[in-house]
């Protein structure tokens, strides 16, 4: 049985940088996507970034793209998320995932990690 474990998050000014991971326990993935997503408060859940396992091709929400990198070990055991010059609109509890199909699409998604809190204030 797979299972999404996250870590890092927390506080961070504007301007500055952070990165998430995201562990996956179990069978190794080979096929599908792996994501990252985010909510804020009183916000429905939006896809942030993805890309494909078996060919690692990224993709981004216009919001992140230039700033935010997706990125996988060469394992395939862990998915990384670094963003640089963050903003306090990316504030949320971001959440990586598993899932098949459209990879920007958030019913895409079966399989979830536990959701980190990203905080960016002075």
């Known amino acids: 049985q797979v299972h999404l474990v996250q870590s890092g998050g927390g506080s961070v000014q504007p301007g500055g940088s952070l990165s998430l991971s995201c562990a996956v326990s179990g069978p190794t993935l080979t096929t599908g996507c792996m994501g990252w997503f985010r909510q804020g408060p009183g916000k429905e859940r939006r896809w942030v970034a993805s890309m494909t396992i078996e060919r690692g091709d990224p993709a981004y929400a216009d919001a992140v793209r230039g700033r935010f990198t997706i990125s996988q070990d060469s394992a395939k055991k862990t998915l990384y998320l670094h963003m640089t010059n963050v903003r306090s609109d990316d504030t949320a509890i971001y959440y990586c995932?598993?899932?098949?199909?459209?990879?920007?699409?958030?019913?895409?998604?079966?399989?979830w990690g536990q959701g980190t809190q990203v905080t960016v204030s002075s």
């Open positions: 995932a598993k899932g098949t199909g459209w990879c920007p699409d958030v019913a895409s998604y079966a399989l």
